[in-house]
């Protein structure tokens, strides 16, 4: 009997922070579907009974349900005891840089890929605006990541499983994400981690 329910769906990063802590601390859990794509974030009905913000990822556990991710993580790592922080600094360390994902790392690229990918948008002023901005957060990252091999501490936290939620997502979104040498041997050692799993693999899709 799973011992909580992650209200989710393949294509959300954000929704990934959390399933991918949930399945590398090892806890018994299932996904349930949102269909994202076909408004039900968006539906009053939805809103009212899982979140008021109509945000995905939703997070139930007993009686108990959290939203937002870096919320979530935060939930999960004091719970487990697992990529958590080990002091006071560290635990605003840890925070600071998941309020930067929340912020720029995570929003402008899962926008960009948004509109460019999922809409097909084409390229716009909004998609040209975005990869800039998003192109600027990657620089800050790749920059930290040159001196140290995960974010916080030397070691997994849940600051990088935040920043990571959109990082090994497949599509082009027309950023020349090589080029962050750095950010790609941090995704190399997050991908190493025993129990890592791709997103696609571990949330479900439109049928
Ligand atoms: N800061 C939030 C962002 C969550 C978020 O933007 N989720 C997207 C899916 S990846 C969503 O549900 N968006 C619905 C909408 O904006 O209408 C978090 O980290 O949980």
Known sequence: MPEFTLHCFAESGNAYK?????????????PRFVDFFN?????????????????????????RTFTQSALILDYLAGLTGQYAAHDEDEKREIWRWMLFDNHKFTSYYAALRFFYCLKQ???????????????AAYRVVDVHLADTPFMVGGRLTIADLS?????????????????FTHIEAWKDRIRAEPGWKHPYELMPRQA
Do not use: K, S
Not at 39 to 63: F, I
Not at 121 to 135: H, K, S
Not at 163 to 174: K, Q, R, S
């Open 39 to 63: 408004g039900q974030t968006r539906d009053p009905a939805w809103r009212e009974e899982h979140n008021e913000q109509g945000e995905v990822p939703v997070l139930e556990h007993g009686a």
């Open 121 to 135: 948008t084409g390229d716009t002023p909004v998609t040209q605006f975005l990869r800039e901005r998003a192109t």
């Open 18 to 30: 959390a399933a991918l802590m949930l399945e590398l601390t090892g806890q018994r859990w299932q």
């Open 163 to 179: 920043l990571a939620g959109y990082v090994f997502m497949p599509e082009d979104t027309g950023m020349a994400v090589q080029q």
